[in-house]
């Protein structure tokens, strides 16, 4: 009851209802809540402080960056519940509304144009032409039951995006802030409250052991240094039973992208995927093809126990 009643006190002032209505929408740091209401540092940092230590927010640090959210899974059950009953017509939240929506246009342009300037394309799969739609039909129908994702490499988000109504809890972790920031952007909006990005390193995910239903990886194993650790690591952080599912090229002999997109691997063939699931501790199930002009494969797989 205490832990109740110091979450309600905390809840009960108007800018800090106004902060979890825009938690509501997606993660933000201080500098961005600070342009959306128009208030000092100094006192948001106050407000955001308390609502982190009654649990109603969740504070993550990101380098020199941290950023704040809501609760994913039952944790923010109540504060879900608090800003369900804010008026969606209160003319506070909705300018708020309007200025969180150009932060997030901004910082969306500012990612992409940091993509821009190192001469990069976020979108691998609209760059190198690949059956992206098709990949997301075979991709929705290994993951039918709710539960909780872990997506590896997550990049602008959309693998979140596409299974965010399918599941209970969906984490993407990525290495890289620009493409956070795209996916923050993409997962802004109470339809993925239940879901959050984390900067991290794919070798060491600093999760529970077997704490997920489903890891997806999605167009990042041809750049691991060591495809085999990386597979270890995602087994590791998925309960038994749970189903690891890698998308990602076949073998090929497209040399001009190992020097001009960086690729480390050329595709990988059925049997060394295979081997180091096996070596992972996974169970092999059959891959799919889907056809393009690389065709992509995908490998599922299942943890033994």
Same mark, same amino acid.
């Given at each position: 009851?205490?832990?109740?009643?110091?979450?309600?006190?905390?809840?009960?002032?108007?800018?800090?209802?106004?902060?979890?209505?825009?938690?509501?929408?997606?993660?933000?740091?201080?500098?961005?809540?600070?342009?959306?209401?128009?208030?000092?540092?100094?006192?948001?940092?106050?407000?955001?402080?308390?609502?982190?230590?009654?649990?109603?927010?969740?504070?993550?640090?990101?380098? %020199?960056?941290?950023?704040?959210?809501?609760?994913?899974?039952?944790?923010?059950?109540?504060?879900?519940?608090?800003?369900?009953?804010?008026?969606?017509?209160?003319?506070?939240?909705?300018?708020?509304?309007?200025?969180?929506?150009?932060?997030?246009?901004?910082?969306?342009?500012?990612?992409?144009?940091?993509?821009?300037?190192?001469?990069?394309?976020?979108?691998?799969?609209?760059?190198?032409?690949?059956?992206?739609?098709?990949?997301?039909?075979?991709?929705?129908?290994?993951?039918?039951?709710?539960?909780?994702?872990?997506?590896?490499?997550? &990049? %602008?988000?959309?693998?979140?995006?596409?299974?965010?109504?399918?599941?209970?809890?969906?984490?993407?972790?990525? *290495?890289?802030?620009?493409?956070?920031?795209?996916?923050?952007?993409?997962?802004?909006?109470?339809?993925? *409250?239940?879901?959050?990005?984390?900067?991290?390193?794919?070798?060491?995910?600093?999760?529970? /052991?077997?704490?997920?239903?489903?890891?997806?990886?999605?167009?990042?194993?041809?750049?691991?240094?060591?495809?085999? &650790?990386?597979?270890?690591?995602?087994?590791?952080?998925?309960?038994?039973?749970?189903?690891?599912?890698?998308? /990602?090229?076949?073998?090929? %002999?497209?040399?001009?992208?190992?020097?001009?997109?960086?690729?480390?691997?050329?595709?990988?063939?059925?049997?060394?995927?295979?081997?180091?699931?096996?070596? *992972?501790?996974?169970?092999?199930?059959?891959?799919?093809?889907?056809?393009?002009?690389?065709?992509?494969?995908?490998?599922?797989?299942?943890?033994?126990?």
């Amino acid at each position: 009851m205490d832990q109740l009643l110091a979450s309600l006190r905390a809840a009960a002032e108007p800018t800090r209802l106004r902060l979890l209505a825009l938690a509501g929408r997606g993660a933000f740091c201080v500098m961005e809540f600070t342009e959306i209401l128009g208030q000092s540092q100094p006192r948001l940092s106050r407000h955001l402080k308390l609502l982190c230590d009654c649990g109603l927010l969740d504070r993550v640090r990101e380098g %020199t960056n941290v950023w704040f959210a809501l609760p994913t899974g039952s944790d923010g059950d109540l504060a879900r519940e608090l800003v369900a009953r804010l008026p969606s017509d209160d003319p506070t939240l909705e300018t708020d509304r309007r200025q969180a929506a150009r932060v997030l246009a901004e910082r969306a342009r500012e990612a992409s144009e940091s993509f821009r300037r190192q001469g990069a394309d976020w979108d691998e799969m609209r760059a190198l032409e690949l059956p992206a739609a098709a990949v997301e039909q075979a991709l929705m129908t290994l993951v039918p039951e709710p539960g909780r994702l872990l997506d590896i490499g997550t &990049g %602008t988000g959309r693998v979140l995006e596409l299974l965010a109504p399918r599941i209970q809890q969906g984490l993407g972790v990525d *290495a890289s802030k620009a493409m956070l920031a795209l996916a923050r952007t993409r997962l802004s909006g109470q339809a993925f *409250a239940h879901c959050a990005v984390r900067q991290a390193d794919m070798y060491r995910l600093q999760r529970a /052991d077997a704490a997920f239903d489903t890891v997806v990886m999605q167009m990042v194993l041809h750049y691991a240094e060591d495809p085999a &650790g990386v597979l270890m690591e995602a087994a590791r952080v998925l309960r038994p039973g749970g189903r690891l599912i890698v998308i /990602d090229l076949a073998a090929h %002999t497209r040399a001009d992208l190992v020097a001009k997109r960086a690729h480390r691997w050329s595709g990988f063939a059925d049997t060394a995927i295979a081997d180091m699931m096996s070596a *992972a501790g996974l169970l092999p199930a059959v891959p799919l093809t889907v056809p393009g002009p690389l065709d992509v494969r995908i490998w599922p797989a299942e943890r033994l126990p």
